[in-house]
């Protein structure tokens, strides 16, 4: 049920869909004759399109998230990595079999570099199908085509195919792997998802060294009137509501112990 209410809500407050809505309720209100509320319809749905497009606001949400947890140094020993999924255009690769890589790519470029650094570790990839209107495959069903073509051998892949958001990650990866004490695991995900992520794991028992990749920011973004070309920035600006919004619901649904997770636990 969380799930389903999450994605359904997510549909409508998303930015640029927000602001569709918006316009479309002050259409409705001016065929009505409300003047005034279709006015404020329309002024909301422009200011939420100019925010999102041509100013810095997007990266200056997902700043903050990117700067929670910095990159350690790299441990002596690795027993196994977790890579969350997101990292694939799981539509395409679908009907064409391939391995195509989306925006968080990062995420499996980093898994696979971590893999040959460390030949004795154990990789999860967790990731089903995620999305609650769109079909696509999974993660953990496309990964293995990667990282074998870059010479990870598949007995070393735990692939954890069941999940469709990041609690599903966090309790199925816990399941499935055991990790006993004294073992070291890295979880490999968005720097800007880091936080709800490596929340959650701690909240499944599942420790881990968080591992942040997918940049989107530079951390010194500062106020400013296009700053970016304005797709990348409604996907900021997208992207940084989402995580947010989603910290706020586990949060409030008990998923995690702090509204924002960071290293002092």
């Not at 790299?74 to 679908?94: Q, R, T």
Request: charged share 20%; aromatic share 12%.
């Amino acid at each position: 049920m969380f799930y389903d209410l999450s994605k359904i809500f997510w549909f409508f407050v998303q930015p640029v869909n927000l602001a569709i809505f918006l316009l479309l309720a002050g259409l409705l209100a001016m065929l009505f004759g409300r003047r005034r509320l279709a006015a404020t319809g329309s002024v909301l749905a422009f200011a939420i399109l100019v925010l999102s497009a041509w100013t810095s606001v997007g990266a200056m949400m997902l700043t903050p998230l990117e700067e929670r947890f910095p990159k350690p140094p790299l441990p002596e020993k690795v027993d196994g990595i977790v890579v969350l999924g997101g990292g694939f255009e799981g539509a395409i690769n679908l009907v064409r079999g391939g391995y195509e890589l989306n925006a968080s790519g990062d995420r499996m470029v980093e898994t696979a570099i971590l893999a040959r650094r460390f030949p004795q570790a154990k990789i999860v990839v967790s990731g089903g199908r995620g999305s609650l209107f769109l079909d696509g495959e999974g993660d953990a069903d496309t990964a293995p085509r990667l990282l074998g073509a870059l010479g990870i051998s598949a007995d070393r892949l735990i692939l954890e195919d069941k999940s469709r958001n990041t609690y599903e990650n966090a309790v199925f990866s816990r399941k499935l792997v055991e990790p006993k004490p004294g073992e070291t695991w890295l979880l490999v995900t968005s720097a800007f998802h880091m936080p709800r992520a490596k929340g959650l794991f701690d909240k499944a028992g599942f420790a881990t060294i968080p591992w942040p990749v997918d940049y989107r920011t530079s951390g010194k973004e500062g106020v400013g009137f296009y700053r970016n070309n304005p797709v990348d920035s409604i996907q900021a600006t997208t992207i940084a509501v989402r995580e947010w919004i989603g910290l706020f619901a586990y949060r409030l649904s008990g998923k995690i112990d702090q509204f924002f997770p960071g290293p002092g636990g």
